[in-house]
């Protein structure tokens, strides 16, 4: 999410994810891109990362082009990791609020892209209460140690890109 709140509120709940994934996964870099404006605030909520902030817009086009997986708080960035061909997990919660107004009159079965485009879930979404340390975890432990898993989210986004060229036919 490109809000202040909603990064001070995801990124919270990403913290230990990222610190543990980069520590069982040391092969693999970390990143967190993001805004220029943007820079401080992520350095106050993980000021001991591992991950790199990138804001420069080239790189983090390069960066989404070659990364294995993401971590995606929901938005535009999905249809970006889609047309870059790269794995990945969806995660996004709000204020307690906003969650039921959402709940009330949004009335979809998911919020990226791609699953609302195949009406399945292509890509693991962890919205609000599903969205755990513990189950965010899991989903990337599986996509990494399951090359298959990230190939069929790719055949997907494939179709997704080819399906968007030809107008959707």
């Known amino acids: 999410g490109s809000r ?3 990064i001070k509120k995801n990124l919270k709940k990403m913290k230990n994810v990222l610190n543990d994934i980069s520590s069982e996964f040391p092969n693999y870099k970390c990143y967190i891109l993001g805004f220029g404006h943007h820079k401080e605030i992520i350095k106050k909520i993980i000021p001991d990362s591992k991950a790199k ?3 420069n817009y080239d790189l983090k086009q390069k960066i989404m082009m070659q990364s294995s997986l993401a971590l995606a708080s929901s938005g535009s960035v999905t249809l970006e990791l889609s047309k870059y061909q790269t794995p990945m997990v969806v995660v996004y919660d709000t204020n307690y609020l906003t969650r039921i107004l959402i709940k009330l009159f949004v009335k979809v079965k998911f919020c990226s892209i791609i699953n609302i485009f195949f009406n399945k879930e292509v890509v693991p979404e962890l919205i609000f209460e599903k969205f755990t340390y ?3 975890l899991n989903q990337i432990r599986g996509l990494l140690n399951n090359k298959s898993l990230r190939n069929e989210q790719i055949r997907y986004m ?3 890109s080819e399906k968007m060229l030809n107008n959707g036919n």
Do not use: A, D
Request: no cysteine.
């Open 134 to 136: 513990s189950r965010v």
């Open 158 to 160: 494939n179709i997704f």
């Open 4 to 6: 202040e709140t909603e």
């Open 53 to 55: 902030i990138v804001t």
